[in-house]
T-cell receptor, first 112, second 114 residues
Framework: QKEVEQNSGPLSVPEGAIASLNCTYS??????FFWYRQYSGKSPELIMS??SNGDKEDGRFTAQLNKASQYVSLLIRDSQPSDSATYLC????????????WGAGTKLIIKP | DTGVSQDPRHKITKRGQNVTFRCDPI?????LYWYRQTLGQGPEFLTY????????KSRLLSDRFSAERPKGSFSTLEIQRTEQGDSAMYLC????????????FGQGTRLTVV
């Protein structure tokens, strides 16, 4: 199993709906998780971090962490066309200096 | 602008030439990371500095790659004898001291080797 895995998509969601992005992880990563958004040709932008089991909400974004099942999710409510981007899940490798290991990203397309 | 700054934004070079990229981290951040990203993939770790000390280096990093962070401020990444496979986006990120885990990225340097 890869340390961090994501479905590459694309995931197509109608405008105004909820977009759900998922990421699974292995025992090789520390349990701090980061969701980054990356527009085409641009660098990753941190949008959410989560460290504890449960949900964390920030505006239209909710991150969910389930340590027992080893998955982390990002929900985007009231999806907007500007949310169309690739969403990357990242976590630090255990025993490293917070070296992040990344999923390949899920491409999200919001259809007007 | 107090974010992470990278220079140049784009670099086109001929195979076999040397290139050097610069990263200026957020001023109060003592930890600096270099990553490389190719199309359709997540970033791949290259190396990590805490202050001026290079504490980690990826096993994937060939000896053509070298990075420095003199005085613990800006960092440079040099690639010698570039190859077409080095074409990628080179990303720099910084992170603060005090246990804050969140890393913030610069805009990246896109390298094209022709």
């Amino acid at each position: 199993q890869k340390e961090v895995e994501q479905n590459s998509g694309p995931l197509s969601v109608p405008e105004g709906a909820i977009a759900s992005l998922n990421c699974t992880y292995s025992d090789r990563v520390s349990q701090s998780f980061f969701w980054y958004r990356q527009y085409s040709g641009k660098s990753p932008e941190l949008i959410m971090s989560i460290y504890s089991n449960g949900d964390k909400e920030d505006g239209r974004f909710t991150a969910q962490l389930n340590k027992a099942s080893q998955y982390v999710s990002l929900l985007i409510r009231d999806s907007q066309p500007s949310d169309s981007a690739t969403y990357l899940c990242a976590a630090p490798i255990k025993g490293s200096g917070y070296q992040l290991i990344w999923g390949a990203g899920t491409k999200l397309i919001i259809k007007p | 602008d107090t974010g992470v700054s990278q220079d140049p934004r784009h670099k086109i070079t001929k195979r076999g030439q040397n290139v050097t990229f610069r990263c200026d981290p957020i001023s109060e951040h003592n930890r600096l990371y270099w990553y490389r990203q190719t199309l359709g993939q997540g970033p791949e770790f290259l190396t990590y500095f805490q202050n001026e000390a290079q504490l980690e280096k990826s096993r994937l990093l060939s000896d053509r790659f070298s990075a420095e962070r003199p005085k613990g401020s800006f960092s440079t990444l040099e690639i010698q004898r570039t190859e077409q496979g080095d074409s990628a986006m080179y990303l720099c990120a910084s992170r603060g001291a005090g246990g804050s885990p969140e890393a913030f990225f610069g805009q990246g340097t896109r390298l094209t080797v022709v």
